[in-house]
């Protein structure tokens, strides 16, 4: 397929940074499909992305340009034909290109168009035609559906290509003893290992400096709380152009033989580059300039090199799917995971320090080392013994609780958590909008309700924050006091507190507000709503606050009894927002098995999501205990419970706790 645009490389003669535009046949810049690219760069995708989305996007342009196509109005039928002429016309190197590359080009295109649309260069309908609602009545394994539902519904492209997903491949290990026998130099040798036992990306291990090479025992003289030798990868920007995917920063054990590949390497490092050189860790020793970090092209060359003497395809995607292939082995065969976790390899889920290790990260080189191959997790009734070695099992999850865990954040006399906004340790954050007291899951995002109201008013956001019309909200903590001089009760509607609104809304009454707050007398502040958690006063006979005592009546009239309100009281949980969750409701041994659990997984990254920690307790509710079957379990309380990516970040909470219990029964040390 012929293309009158095509896509090339910007240098800047300022400060010879580099950037991807796309040019026409009279070599003039293409402005939109150019802006796209460089909004690219500005988000910090990888340069590997843009230089591939700039190829398709002057793909597209080209085919538009011959087919007479005015790409700013292109519709669905138009679309649909160049699908065709992408399955069927010939890709580079005359090869046919297959559905995974058509659906890439797609993917780029539509972005390219949703861009345009977002930025007022196309029409706002053009965008709309490449997506289409549509409910998943069926979920992919590890999918989070949402507390109600809500994420089922989705938009989805309507052109798509057959494509079929590849078995991720690896290689065998007589394949890997001939790889690592044609690595000629330490530096190839260290690079080869590195990615074969850390299971690294090939970005993420040319983009590692010295300081995240954790190579000692005990790391914490350099203000790392992560014990064993590790490797810290992190999103940032390098001078060579590499770049972790994740944004979240997280670290992988490092084995022995990374440590020897290590050393031999700097020995050779010092011997050829003299001084220090430059922070970066894989830097050139065979070519000029020496000392200049290692670019992806030289990791390219000397894999080309390798997969020619080697006989066989070798990339450097293929040592992180041996890694994870041989890691699921060596789990499957019962052996700890400790130190050859390569976590979020093939499960979707980013890896963190911690895992696979003690609470406190410890390895196995420390003797209070948990292997992560202990039972499952069982739902057992409240009848069974709590502890595993006889009485204690509360008693030791008790002393060992963090008593100032998440100052300002935890209350644990009415079990809320209330994360802070602000903290980079919880995944909720503020709304966008101005003056809007609700918190959202998106990072630098906005409500629900903020949402709706926009979509309503059909204003654009630059209108709907300058003017944010007024929708309802439910405030989670109470806001403003009752007109009324000297009343301490909380503000409901009008101006005016529940009861003294309910006082002016009396059967044929035409006063003001201001009228009746001027003569009515002012009421001391009721007592809080028997909800343990709930900071609303109790506006009825009951104890409750209008929100509860609603909850309570739609509850059968004819369970209403004494017994029945205090049981229902006991398991009720507050109203709470996305940053919220309560422990109020669980029996006294699993609300502490899960606080324990807790506060061990929010001493490493990602941070705590309070929605994944509610459905978690959603699921739990009516549970005895966390507690280990045996070795006949098959699966464990949470799995069963929880989509994947749940499972996976809490599902370590009853063996972590289990083992470290144990071994101080055994040994009479502390973990």
């Given at each position: 397929m012929s293309s009158g645009f095509r896509a090339e490389r910007a240098v800047s003669p300022v400060d010879g940074s580099e950037l991807w535009v796309v040019l026409d046949a009279e070599l003039l810049l293409h402005r939109e499909a150019s802006d796209f690219l460089r909004?690219?760069?500005?988000?910090?995708?990888?340069?590997?992305?843009?230089?591939?989305?700039?190829?398709?996007?002057?793909?597209?342009?080209?085919?538009?340009?011959?087919?007479?196509?005015?790409?700013?109005?292109?519709?669905?039928?138009?679309?649909?034909?160049?699908?065709?002429?992408?399955?069927?016309?010939?890709?580079?190197?005359?090869?046919?290109?297959?559905?995974?590359?058509?659906?890439?080009?797609?993917?780029?295109?539509?972005?390219?168009?949703?861009?345009?649309?977002?930025?007022?260069?196309?029409?706002?309908?053009?965008a709309e035609r490449l997506s289409e609602p549509r409910w998943l009545r069926f979920t992919p394994p590890g999918f989070d559906t949402g507390e109600s539902g809500q994420f089922r519904a989705?938009?989805?492209?309507?052109?798509?290509?057959?494509?079929?997903?590849?078995?991720?491949?690896?290689?065998?290990?007589?394949?890997?003893?001939?790889?690592?026998?044609?690595?000629?130099?330490?530096?190839?040798?260290f690079l080869v290992i590195l990615l074969l036992h850390t299971g690294l990306r090939i970005g993420e291990g040319l983009g590692l400096r010295r300081c995240d090479m954790h190579m000692l025992p005990d790391s914490r003289?350099?203000?790392?709380?992560?014990?064993?030798?590790?490797?810290?990868?992190?999103?940032?920007?390098?001078?060579?152009?590499?770049?972790?995917?994740?944004?979240?920063?997280?670290?992988?054990?490092?084995?022995?033989?990374?440590?020897?590949?290590?050393?031999?390497?700097?020995?050779?490092?010092?011997?050829?580059?003299?001084?220090?050189?430059?922070?970066?860790?894989?830097?050139?020793?065979y070519h000029e300039p020496l000392g200049a970090p290692m670019a992806y092209r030289a990791a390219k060359r000397f894999f080309d090199r390798v997969a020619g003497e080697c006989g066989f395809p070798v990339r450097p995607h293929m040592l992180r799917h041996t890694a994870a292939t041989n890691c699921r082995g060596r789990h499957r065969r019962g052996a700890s995971t400790s130190r050859s976790r390569v976590a979020g390899v093939h499960d979707g889920l980013p890896a963190r320090p911690g895992r696979g290790q003690?609470?406190?990260?410890?390895?196995?080189?420390?003797?209070?080392?948990?292997?992560?191959?202990?039972?499952?997790?069982?739902?057992?009734?409240?009848?069974?013994?709590?502890?595993?070695?006889?009485?204690?099992?509360?008693?030791?999850?008790?002393?060992?609780?963090?008593?100032?865990?998440?100052?300002?954040?935890?209350?644990?006399?009415?079990?809320?958590?209330?994360?802070?906004l602000h903290s980079d340790r919880t995944a909720a954050w503020p709304c966008r909008t101005p003056g809007c007291p609700t918190a959202t899951r998106h990072h630098h995002g906005r409500c629900d309700g903020c949402r709706r109201a926009r979509t309503g008013a059909g204003l654009s956001w630059e209108d709907y924050d300058a003017d944010p019309p007024r929708h309802p909200i439910r405030p989670l903590l109470p806001v403003g006091r009752c007109a009324v001089p000297g009343c301490e009760s909380d503000l409901h509607c009008c101006g005016l507190c529940y009861r003294h609104e309910h006082a002016w809304r009396r059967p044929g009454s035409t006063e003001s507000v201001a009228d009746f707050a001027a003569r009515a007398h002012p009421l001391p502040r009721a007592?809080?709503?028997?909800?343990?958690?709930?900071?609303?006063?109790?506006?009825?006979?009951?104890?409750?606050?209008?929100?509860?005592?609603?909850?309570?009546?739609?509850?059968?009239?004819?369970?209403?009894?004494?017994?029945?309100?205090?049981?229902?009281?006991?398991?009720?949980?507050?109203?709470?927002?996305?940053h919220q969750f309560c422990l109020a409701g669980l029996g006294e041994l699993l609300g502490v098995e899960v606080l324990y659990g807790l506060q061990r997984r929010d001493l490493s990254p990602p941070p705590m999501d309070p929605t994944q920690v509610r459905i978690l307790l959603a699921r739990l509710a009516g549970a005895g205990s966390l507690n280990p079957p045996g070795e006949s379990g098959d699966s464990t309380l949470i799995e069963t419970m929880l989509p994947h990516r749940y499972s996976n970040r809490y599902r370590r909470f009853a063996p972590i706790s289990r083992a470290a219990y144990l071994h101080s029964i055994h040994t009479g040390a502390d973990c």
């Open positions: 909004c690219l760069q500005g988000a910090t995708r990888s340069p590997h992305t843009i230089r591939a989305y700039a190829g398709r996007v002057a793909l597209f342009l080209g085919w538009c340009q011959a087919q007479g196509v005015e790409w700013r109005r292109i519709g669905l039928p138009d679309l649909a034909r160049f699908k065709r002429s992408l399955e069927v016309g010939p890709g580079r190197g005359g090869r046919v290109r297959s559905g995974s590359t058509v659906n890439a080009v797609l993917t780029a295109v539509c972005e390219f168009l949703r861009f345009c649309a977002r930025t007022g260069l196309v029409e706002p309908i053009v989705v938009r989805a492209r309507s052109l798509k290509a057959r494509a079929e997903t590849p078995f991720p491949e690896a290689l065998s290990a007589e394949q890997t003893a001939t790889v690592l026998a044609c690595c000629r130099r330490p530096r190839e040798l003289g350099l203000g790392c709380a992560t014990v064993g030798a590790h490797v810290h990868v992190r999103h940032r920007a390098n001078p060579n152009g590499a770049l972790a995917k994740s944004r979240f920063p997280r670290s992988v054990p490092a084995s022995d033989a990374v440590l020897t590949a290590y050393a031999d390497y700097q020995y050779e490092r010092a011997q050829t580059v003299s001084g220090t050189g430059n922070d970066m860790v894989l830097v050139n020793l003690t609470p406190r990260g410890h390895g196995r080189r420390c003797r209070a080392a948990v292997p992560m191959t202990g039972p499952a997790l069982q739902l057992i009734g409240p009848g069974r013994d709590d502890s595993p070695g006889g009485a204690g099992w509360l008693d030791w999850l008790q002393a060992h609780l963090d008593p100032v865990w998440r100052p300002g954040e935890w209350d644990g006399a009415a079990k809320l958590f209330t994360g802070d007592q809080d709503c028997l909800v343990a958690g709930c900071a609303r006063e109790h506006v009825s006979r009951r104890g409750l606050c209008r929100f509860h005592d609603k909850r309570y009546l739609r509850t059968d009239p004819d369970g209403r009894s004494a017994d029945g309100f205090a049981a229902w009281v006991a398991a009720e949980r507050p109203l709470l927002g996305v």
